[in-house]
């Protein structure tokens, strides 16, 4: 009894571990956000696990039933959509439940936009932030920018095709010569990562970027100094790396 949390294919389905496809073939049950997308990836892989939907609107019903499950001894797998489970998508609540339960939980790690786009970006990946989706209000989704735009992180965001030039023009009023990653359709047929100051970013965005698509973007770190290169000394005479690989 022990309820797996599954990284699965962000874009390409060639992203998934040997662990994953194991796990989803031995489960009892997949929980899932849509059955429809995640049966494309059990097809391909000739996953047979039934498939249970597992969402946002009903996640207080389904984590009482997958708790049941589990205490009688079964093993649930839960996926999203795309990416890791519980990283702006549903799992959150089942895994305190669960926890609660005196039931293992254990992760299977995957792809991830966010990272995926932090790591393309050739910005600072030495210490970040990830906030997910911004404040829906333009009031508050300024307020926050400018928070998040005076720290020395890097600060990643998830956005929608739909607002995504209204997120670059809001990040260009706070700081217009900002470094902005734009990550688009990563791991897919037409990835782009693009990286530039943002009001340059925002004059690519009429030519060559199309606002369709899944996107993520990724803020420079407000550095007081060159603090990217002060990250890369601290952590190369860290020399805690036995635990590597065992
Ligand atoms: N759990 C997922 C993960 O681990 O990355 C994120 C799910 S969140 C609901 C969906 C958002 O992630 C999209 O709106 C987009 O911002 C981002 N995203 C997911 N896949 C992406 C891709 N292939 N390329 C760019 N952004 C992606």
Known sequence: MTLYLVGTPIGNLEDITFRAVRILKEADIIACEDTRVTGKLTHHYDIDTPLKSYHEHNKDRMTEQLVEVLTS??????????????????????????????????????????????????????????????????SEKKAKLETLMNEPHSVILYESPFRVKDTLMAIEKIDKNRRVALGR??????????????????????????????????????????????????????????????
């Open 73 to 138: 001894g079964k093993t649930v797998a839960l996926v999203s959509d795309a990416g890791l489970p519980l990283i702006s998508d549903p799992g959150y609540e089942l895994v305190i439940a669960v926890r609660e339960a005196g039931i293992r939980v254990e992760t299977v790690p995957g792809p991830n936009a966010a990272l995926t786009a932090l790591m393309t970006s050739g910005l600072s990946s030495y210490s970040f932030l990830f906030t997910g989706f911004l404040p829906r209000k333009e």
């Open 185 to 246: 359709e990563l791991t897919k047929k037409f990835e782009q990562v693009i990286t530039l100051p943002v009001d340059r970013l925002l004059q690519e965005l009429e030519i060559s970027i199309p606002l369709k698509g899944e996107f993520v973007i990724v803020i420079d770190g407000q550095y007081e100094t060159d603090e990217a290169d002060m990250w890369w000394h601290q952590l190369s005479i860290n020399e805690h790396v036995e635990y590597y690989m065992e």
